[in-house]
T-cell receptor
Framework: DAKTTQPNSMESNEEEPVHLPCNHS???????IHWYRQLPSQGPEYVIHGLTSNVNNRMASLAIAEDRKSSTLILHRATLRDAAVYYCILRDVISTGNQFYFGTGTSLTVIP | DAGVIQSPRHEVTEMGQEVTLRCKPISGHDYLFWYRQTMMRGLELLIYFNNNVPIDDSGMPEDRFSAKMPNASFSTLKIQPSEPRDSAVYFCASSLGGGGAYNEQFFGPGTRLTVL
């Protein structure tokens, strides 16, 4: 699976929007972009995923660049509960398994 | 559903002892994954099963580690003998389906292992 690059850490004020970037310049046409997050002392949890079009769900939005070489996870109003490590992961849709390879992720700090 | 269940939540043992970690996946899920997380190496995939059969164990660090899935509702990860460098949080995850369509992975709360 292609590699992703994320900033090690970011800060945001509470109730403000947060844009978490992810670069994936070697993405292939069959790679899905997935985002998971890991709250302190918990296992990772699903946030959102997409292929080409921007995606919205109750947790976040995913903006995908037109060339798909980068994407941005958008938290519209950060809360203290959003403080976590956010992982951007690529997975080839034609892979026979469902395994994920997590990188180092971005540690998000939310300031009250 | 109770989600993925792991036991024990914490394990402290001495070097050389055998350690067994347990996982109960979500009912109906046909994929099961074991991960290890450390500060140095982050979250690593160790092994995964499909329909109780090990598919890829290339992430298992060495012969001291073994994993089994005797039935669809139970899996174990065993370390024998344990070493201090095995200290980590071990996560189990499960998903319904794999390959092609997207299949969300559901993670358990993890087992924090400390080997003295």
């Amino acid at each position: 699976d292609a590699k992703t690059t994320q900033p090690n850490s970011m800060e945001s004020n509470e109730e403000e929007p947060v844009h978490l970037p992810c670069n994936h310049s070697t993405i292939s046409g069959t790679d899905y972009i997935h985002w998971y997050r890991q709250l302190p002392s918990q296992g990772p949890e699903y946030v959102i995923h997409g292929l080409t079009s921007n995606v919205n769900n109750r947790m976040a939005s995913l903006a995908i660049a037109e060339d798909r070489k980068s994407s941005t996870l958008i938290l519209h109003r950060a809360t203290l509960r959003d403080a976590a490590v956010y992982y951007c992961i690529l997975r080839d849709v034609i892979s026979t398994g469902n395994q994920f390879y997590f990188g180092t992720g971005t540690s998000l700090t939310v300031i009250p | 559903d109770a989600g993925v269940i792991q036991s024990p939540r914490h394990e402290v043992t001495e070097m050389g002892q055998e350690v067994t970690l347990r996982c109960k996946p979500i009912s109906g899920h046909d994929y099961l994954f074991w991960y290890r997380q450390t500060m140095m190496r982050g979250l690593e995939l160790l092994i995964y099963f499909n329909n109780n059969v090990p598919i890829d164990d290339s992430g298992m660090p060495e012969d001291r580690f073994s994993a089994k899935m005797p039935n669809a509702s139970f899996s174990t990860l065993k370390i024998q003998p344990s070493e201090p460098r095995d200290s980590a949080v071990y996560f189990c995850a499960s998903s319904l389906g794999g390959g092609g369509a997207y299949n969300e992975q559901f993670f358990g709360p993890g087992t924090r292992l400390t080997v003295l």
